[in-house]
């Protein structure tokens, strides 16, 4: 027999999910009310994960037990109360110098990263020998690969017309494209459908026992 508070968790539960689904028909208050409710949830979970996952481990923790091998945590320390006086309008200037050094060091990491996979690792993935491989399925995958990059290639260089044995390469690059747009459609699709499937799971099987998960 489940306790008061697992009962009063799933009723909460199927409440908010039709809460929910409600915005279906048309946007209304309790679709509102379950998306704020949803949103402050959600700040408040990540408040607490920050101050006891972050913070106390990596700053306090290391502070109070060697302070002398880890004084350069006071900048980061200090950078961070400088952001958050940014709640203070009269004193919110100081905030941008973390800000921006936030956003710079961002941008170059970001970059660094975007180069590496999504430029070095591409160009390696299409520097193979096709014929190489054994398996009929691999050869023609590995072979369509390395066609679909370069007429993919093709179709965004911009400095020729596409006409010709160029426009036809250009042309093939679309379809390879359009390809790849609709499998990664496809793919939030299914990620959308995969979470309203646990949510009838959830009606079904914790709320109406109607199966067993």
Known sequence: MPDLMTIFGVWMGVVLTFAIFSFLYKDNPLYKVAEQIFVGLSAGYWFVYTIYFIMIPN????LTEDFTGNALLIIPAILGIMMLIR???KFEWPSRYPISL???TTAGLSFMLFIKSDLIQQLVATMINPFAADNPAQVFGEILMIVGTV???AYFYFSKKHEGVFGVT???GIYFLMVSFGAAF???VMARVSLL???IQFLLGDWLHLINQ
């Open 170 to 172: 250009a042309k093939v």
């Open 151 to 153: 007429t993919g290639l």
């Open 59 to 62: 700053l306090y923790s290391k």
């Open 102 to 104: 936030l956003m710079g």
């Open 197 to 199: 499937i646990g949510r």
């Open 186 to 188: 496809g793919y939030t």
């Open 87 to 89: 709640i203070i309008p």
